[in-house]
C-alpha cells in the first residue's frame, strides 16, 4: 500500500500563499491523487483531485485561488493555495486512489488568521 506523507502547513495571513507537498512511498502513476480537508467541526470534503491524465477537480469554493499539480517521477502531489481566507482553515489530507486501493496521509493543520 502507497503510504502518503504531507508537508507545508502552517499559519498564515489572509490574502496569503501555502503551498502542500505530499510524498508518495511508491509510484503514483496510474493513480488518482486529490486534496481533502476537514474544517473545524465539518465533514472532510474534496478540495482538489488530479486524475492519472492530468485531469482536474476542484470545489467550488477553491477554484481560481489554488490549484493541484503532481510530479510521477518523483511521486509527488502538490497543492498550491493562494489568496488564503480564513475559511481556508482545516486539516489538509492527501488522498490517492487506483483501481480498488486507495490510502490517505496523516494530514498537514493549515491556519489562516491575522
Known amino acids: 500500500q502507497v503510504q502518503l506523507v504531507e508537508s507545508g502547513g502552517g499559519l498564515v495571513q489572509p490574502g496569503g500563499s501555502l503551498r502542500l507537498s505530499c510524498a508518495a512511498s511508491?509510484?503514483?502513476?496510474?493513480?488518482?491523487m486529490a486534496w481533502y480537508r476537514q474544517r473545524p467541526g465539518k465533514q472532510r470534503e474534496l478540495v482538489a483531485v488530479?486524475?492519472?491524465?492530468?485531469?482536474?477537480h476542484y470545489a467550488d469554493s477553491v477554484k481560481g485561488r489554488f490549484y493541484i499539480s503532481r510530479d510521477n517521477a518523483k511521486n509527488t502531489v502538490n497543492l498550491q493555495m493562494n489568496s488564503l481566507k480564513p475559511e481556508d482553515t482545516a486539516v489538509y489530507y492527501c488522498?490517492?486512489?487506483?483501481?480498488?486501493?486507495?490510502?490517505w496521509g496523516q494530514g498537514t493543520q493549515v491556519t489562516v488568521s491575522s
Open positions: 488530479m486524475s492519472s491524465d492530468y485531469n482536474t
Open positions: 488522498w490517492q486512489g487506483g483501481g480498488t486501493v486507495e490510502s
Open positions: 511508491g509510484s503514483i502513476r496510474f493513480n488518482a
